[in-house]
């Protein structure tokens, strides 16, 4: 449920680049300091933006999907 939990998470930062307004609120930081850890560990180890767009959300929700695959496995 944590894994699902932190996806939403993710999903909810991402509809926020809609509206960039957002990150500048009090949700809208705390959603930031979620998400941010993982996402500048993903962007230092891999080149993920590509002109405006940021795919390190997607690659993050993929290795969370495999980490718990994975997790689940091992119990």
């Known amino acids: 449920m944590a894994f699902e939990l932190y996806e939403f998470i993710l999903f909810v930062y991402c509809l926020m ?21 993982l996402l500048n560990l993903i962007r230092r180890v891999i080149p993920t ?3 405006f767009l ?9 290795l969370i999907q495999l980490l718990q695959k994975v997790i689940f496995l091992i119990i």
């Open 49 to 51: 933006t590509i002109g």
């Open 54 to 62: 940021d795919f390190s959300p997607i690659i993050a929700i993929i």
């Open 17 to 37: 680049s809609f509206v960039p307004s957002l990150y500048g609120s009090s949700f809208g930081r705390f959603v930031a300091s979620l998400v941010n850890p």
